[in-house]
């Protein structure tokens, strides 16, 4: 197959990616939100006309509490992303929004984060995906054991997790992107998007490599080394259609989210819509390649 014959373009293409995704990570790095910083957001509501952006924010300018962020959320209102504040601040900030009550808004939220629990939820980011990845690996390699001829079972777990780990750091370096050039911020939902993401990609992989396992089941034993390439070729041509199908379809749904969801929402619609393309990218050009240049590499050192 044209995806197969042609993996060292895909590599490189791959490569390529991962690394301009990396560098943005490691120069720009993510633009975390009020969960991991800690802060207030306030989310109001208009009955009337709605001010404009600008109005809000010089409203905010007058209290001289440092950076905020100020976004529109939905039709008639917004959401304000800013510093701690009291209940005193609240108030003075509420009537300088309405104008000393000529303008009639509805507080829709107010919340408050310490910077004790943003650190709290950094750190338990990291060990959810780290588990996920350990347990993905352990379960992959458990399920192909009975096909560890010609490729051993825990390289399919490697190349497995080799795709995940492609589509999570594009999904990354993509957010590091937007948050320096657009300004969008990472939160709670972002890792809740990833542990999906994650989930999301490993199931896209393995409806291809167990394709490939069943079809070595069903191959004698000792046709499985001159046929292996063959068999991950047809095993992806068969799926390709499958995975392509979800993905358009599951896309297309993210996609309406995105558009007319919620102000909360948009970033978990947006990480999804990233780490999904992705996925279905990796699933196609990444995983099938990489068990391939396993059973090559392998095959290179029996011979030797």
């Known amino acids: 197959m044209f995806a197969i014959k042609h993996k060292t373009k895909f590599y490189i293409l791959s490569i390529t990616l991962t690394f301009i995704a990396l560098v943005a990570l490691f120069v720009y790095g993510l633009n975390p939100g ?8 306030l989310e109001i509501s208009f009955q009337n006309e709605k001010p404009s952006q600008e109005q809000i924010e010089f409203a905010i300018s007058e209290l001289n509490i440092g950076n905020s962020v100020v976004r529109s959320s939905g039709e008639s209102g917004y959401l304000i992303k800013m510093p701690t504040i009291d209940d005193a601040t609240k108030k003075t900030l509420e009537n300088l929004i309405s104008q000393n009550g000529q303008i009639q808004f509805k507080e829709e939220k107010f ?40 490729v051993s079972s825990w390289k399919y777990g490697f190349a497995t997790i080799i795709a995940l780990i492609h589509d999570v750091i594009l999904t990354i370096g993509f957010f590091a992107i937007a ?13 809740i998007a990833i542990l999906v993401v994650l989930g999301y990609s490993v199931n896209d992989s393995i409806v291809v490599l167990d394709r490939v396992r069943e079809k070595l089941k069903e191959t004698k034993e000792e046709q499985r080394v ?17 995975s392509l199908n979800t993905t358009i379809t599951t896309l297309l749904s993210l996609v309406a989210l995105y558009i007319w969801g919620g102000e909360a929402t948009k970033i978990f619609a947006l990480a999804l819509i990233v780490g999904i393309t992705a996925g279905a990218y990796s699933s196609i050009f ?3 390649q990489l068990l391939v240049t396993f059973f090559e590499r392998g095959k290179k050192n029996l011979n030797k």
Do not use: H, N
């Open 34 to 41: 009020i969960d991991f910083t800690g802060g207030s957001v």
């Open 226 to 242: 001159s046929q292996f390439k063959e068999i991950v070729g047809f095993s992806l041509r068969e799926t390709i259609a499958r």
């Open 179 to 191: 948050g320096r050039f657009f300004g969008v911020e990472v939160d709670t939902f972002f890792v």
């Open 286 to 288: 990444v995983a099938p």
């Open 111 to 150: 919340i408050t984060v310490g910077p004790v629990l943003g650190e709290e939820l950094t750190s338990k980011s990291f060990v959810s995906v780290g588990l996920v990845l350990l347990a993905i690996t352990l379960y992959v390699a458990y399920v192909f054991r009975i096909v560890s001829k010609p």
